[in-house]
């Protein structure tokens, strides 16, 4: 069975800081991993994605992960917030053998302080 | 736009009432899927549809019925609605295998009283 655990229900940062959002996960097999980030009212867009290859992967509006196998991590992290990343982001997991199904975190709240 | 279409955006139903959320896609995905998100829960399975013809339970099936009309769309259907059904439901859709990510519609919030 797959797992994922994001630390942090609620981030807060000023603008300008880094962001770091903390996902870990638990799978048997080698895990394709993935961020979402979801707006108000809006559904989920993927930011970027880990299947194999390159394990830095960077994604849309500056965003990048770097998958850890040896500490089962899969960090979010952006060098500088602005406002508008403060949205709800969402660390999810598969693998080949179960890649119709994708298994979501509980979610992660980004708050961006002026 | 290409996407996911869900219909309607808002319900509110009474308890025992049945009503029946669509999802259509235009991108031709083999896959759908519906999860519904509740707070501090993250997004749970409910059912999906690998492929037109087939359907199979998700972690959350009870009180949920589907169709997977043709290619293009995948109802969600309750039969008998409880206030523990409240809930935002999102319809997404893959092709092929899942190791490109979902495309996800807006969601349906659904409020049972």
């Known amino acids: 069975a797959q797992s994922v655990t994001q630390l942090g229900s609620h981030v807060s940062v000023s603008e300008g800081a880094l962001v770091l959002l903390r996902c870990n996960y638990s799978?048997?097999?080698?895990?394709?991993l993935f961020w979402y980030v979801q707006y108000p009212n809006q559904g989920l867009q993927l930011l970027l994605k880990?299947?194999?290859?390159?394990?830095l992967v960077k994604g849309i509006n500056g965003f990048e992960a770097e998958f850890k196998k040896s500490e089962t991590s899969f960090h979010l992290t952006k060098p500088s917030a602005h406002m508008s990343d403060a949205a709800e982001y969402f660390c999810?997991?598969?693998?080949?053998?179960?890649?119709?199904?994708?298994?979501f975190g509980s979610g992660t709240r980004l708050s961006i302080r002026p | 736009n290409a996407g996911v279409t869900q219909t309607p955006k808002f319900q509110v139903l009474k308890t025992g009432q049945s009503m029946t959320l669509q999802c259509a896609q235009d991108?031709?995905?083999?896959?759908m899927y519906w999860y519904r998100q509740d707070p501090g829960m993250g997004l749970r399975l409910i059912y999906y549809s690998a492929s037109e013809g087939t359907t199979d339970k998700g972690e959350v099936p009870n009180g949920y019925n589907v169709s997977r009309l043709n290619k293009r769309e995948f109802s969600l259907r309750l039969e008998s609605a409880a206030p523990s059904q409240t809930s935002v439901y999102f319809c997404a859709s893959i092709q092929g295998l899942g190791t490109y990510g979902y495309t996800f519609g807006s969601g349906t919030r659904l409020t049972v009283v």
């Open positions: 991108m031709n995905h083999n896959s």
């Open positions: 999810a997991v598969t693998s080949y053998s179960s890649a119709s199904k994708i298994i």
């Open positions: 880990y299947t194999t290859g390159a394990t």
């Open positions: 799978s048997s097999v080698p895990p394709y």
